[in-house]
């Protein structure tokens, strides 16, 4: 029987990982600290892997597959085929950003400004690549974490580190002076798997269901009754995915609405449901939209 050799990052990815997938249909379960979690399909064989790696074994072939950020692809150089991106993140659903920041107080507001001086971050190749383009010589040192008290205790004058809001770094006291990447996560392959029909059509059910779990998060179903003559009020003011399903109840003039809605916009859409004449409104979460 042919395998899927399938990376799942370890760290802070790891559980919104195992959660998407089980949404999607397949169950992991990691035992202890094994690094080789057992998963309800025979086709796939899982492995986890930090994401600052995940792209190297993806390229070796160790791994036909897995997922890792968009930003260790670019630190890595690594030659894979970049399949899908996914967000992960439910409430902001925006990608992350490198960002270079300084001591609030400091005196450099430019990119030109740090030349001759020091960069602490995680990003390495990354940042002196960017700097090389810019033409700005600048020393860039590995930073192990605790890379913001790093500038602010004067052991960098600067770092390149992640962010969403920003909002950590600036209660770091530093200020942000340049957007340097964007990053999300990234569904990758071997190149070499790729080529191969079975694994490509594998790594594809994959995306479809993960895509439909991601998609399911901010939507919800909403079901409701109302008479036949309210039918025009009620769909008049309803957001829908698609057209929404009206059938007849039974020996009834009354008819059963449902749809699918974004779930931001629940509460103020309940009342105004109510109000043009639906009753019984039941509202439901969703495990993939596709």
Same mark, same amino acid.
């Given at each position: ?18 959660? *998407? ?16 979690? =057992?998963?309800? =399909? ?47 993140? $439910?409430?902001?659903? /925006? ?30 190749? #990354?940042? $002196?690549?960017?700097?090389?383009? $810019? ?6 040192? #590995? ?58 059509? /594998? ?10 779990? *991601? ?33 007849? *109840? ?11 809605? =974004? ?22 979460? *969703?495990?993939?939209?596709?």
């Amino acid at each position: 029987m042919k395998k899927l050799k399938f990376g799942i990052p370890k760290g802070s990815l790891q559980k919104a990982t195992i959660n *998407l997938f089980e949404k999607s249909g397949w169950k992991i379960n990691v035992n202890g600290r094994s690094y080789f979690p =057992d998963i309800n =399909d025979e086709e796939i064989e899982c492995a986890i892997c930090r994401a600052q790696e995940m792209s190297r074994y993806v390229e070796t072939g160790t791994l036909d597959a897995g997922l890792t950020g968009r930003d260790w692809i670019e630190e890595n150089e690594s030659d894979v085929v970049m399949v899908d991106d996914l967000v992960y993140s $439910k409430v902001s659903q /925006k990608p992350a950003r490198w960002v270079l920041a300084v001591p609030a107080g400091s005196k450099i507001e430019r990119l030109e400004d740090l030349k001759g001086k020091k960069i602490a971050t995680e990003l390495v190749n #990354f940042t $002196k690549k960017f700097f090389k383009e $810019k033409n700005v010589d600048v020393k860039v040192e #590995f930073s192990w974490g605790a890379t913001e008290a790093k500038a602010v205790s004067g052991l960098a004058d600067a770092i390149v580190e992640v962010t969403e809001t920003g909002s950590t770094i600036r209660a770091h006291g530093l200020k942000i002076i340049y957007d340097l990447m964007q990053t999300n996560t990234q569904l990758i392959a071997n190149r070499d798997s790729y080529k191969d029909s079975w694994k490509k059509a /594998k790594i594809g059910q994959i995306i479809l269901l993960l895509k439909g779990a *991601l998609r399911a998060e901010n939507m919800v179903a909403l079901k409701m009754n109302l008479p036949q003559e309210k039918v025009k009020d009620v769909i008049g003011i309803l957001p829908s995915l698609n057209a929404p399903t009206v059938a007849g *109840l039974y020996n009834s003039d009354w008819v059963s609405v449902e749809t699918v809605v =974004d779930s931001r916009v629940v509460r103020d859409l309940i009342p105004r449901l109510m109000d043009a004449g639906a009753q019984g409104i039941i509202e439901y979460s *969703l495990n993939k939209v596709i």
